[in-house]
């Protein structure tokens, strides 16, 4: 079984900040990682994936994020918020079996303050 | 840029009423799920389809759900006989064979009063 913990629901930072999204995993199978981001009224959109190459992954937008699997953690980062930026972010995580179901984290909700 | 398309954007229906969401996918991809989201709660995985089968269903989609794939380019899902509790966002995702990134549609709102 699978599942992610994001903690919180809502973070707010100022414009430049660095953003800091936590996720931490459990998962019984070695695991793929997501962030994903939902932007109002809109789908959601792949920000970067881990899927055991470097542990450090960088995705669009500036953002990146580490697979730290001592801490089961996939914390999602960016030295610095823009007001673009501004949107809801999901975890998931998945088995590697290819093309399996996403599960994903509560999603947590960034607000950037200019 | 290829993109996964839903209609309608929001779907208004009222309880007990049968309701058809539509989705098409990228075109080569061959692997297809549906996602929902309460208001307020994680996107939940409901299903997902490959080689007009289903692959793989959770505890939501009990047997008034049901998914099709009418001809090569269409995703169904329908919800027979629905209840408040069925009113969510509903996405559809698609994704190459063997690839790990799904893509999914912008949903459709369903509203069940």
């Known amino acids: 079984a699978q599942s992610v913990t994001q903690l919180g629901s809502h973070v707010s930072v100022s414009e430049g900040a660095l953003v800091l999204l936590r996720c931490n995993y459990s998962?019984?199978?070695?695991?793929?990682l997501f962030w994903y981001v939902q932007y109002p009224n809109q789908g959601l959109q792949l920000l970067l994936k881990?899927?055991?190459?470097?542990?450090l992954v960088k995705g669009i937008n500036g953002f990146e994020a580490e697979f730290k699997k001592s801490e089961t953690s996939f914390h999602l980062t960016k030295p610095s918020a823009h007001m673009s930026d501004a949107a809801e972010y999901f975890c998931?995580?998945?088995?590697?079996?290819?093309?399996?179901?996403?599960?994903f984290g509560k999603g947590m909700k960034l607000t950037v303050n200019p | 840029e290829p993109e996964v398309t839903q209609t309608p954007s929001h779907q208004v229906t009222q309880m007990g009423q049968e309701v058809i969401l539509r989705c098409v996918p990228i075109s080569n991809h061959l692997y297809f799920y549906w996602y929902r989201q309460i208001l307020g709660q994680k996107v939940e995985f409901l299903v997902s389809f490959y080689n007009n089968e289903i692959s793989e269903k959770s505890e939501i989609f009990d047997d008034q759900f049901s998914v099709e794939r009418p001809d090569g380019s269409n995703f169904t899902l329908k919800i027979r006989s629905t209840k408040l509790e069925d009113s969510a966002m509903y996405f559809c995702?698609?994704?190459?064979?063997?690839?790990?990134?799904?893509?999914f549609g912008p949903g459709t709102r369903l509203t069940v009063t």
């Open positions: 881990y899927t055991s190459a470097a542990t």
């Open positions: 998931a995580v998945s088995g590697r079996g290819g093309s399996e179901k996403l599960v």
């Open positions: 995702a698609s994704n190459l064979q063997g690839s790990y990134e799904q893509y």
């Open positions: 998962s019984s199978v070695p695991p793929y």
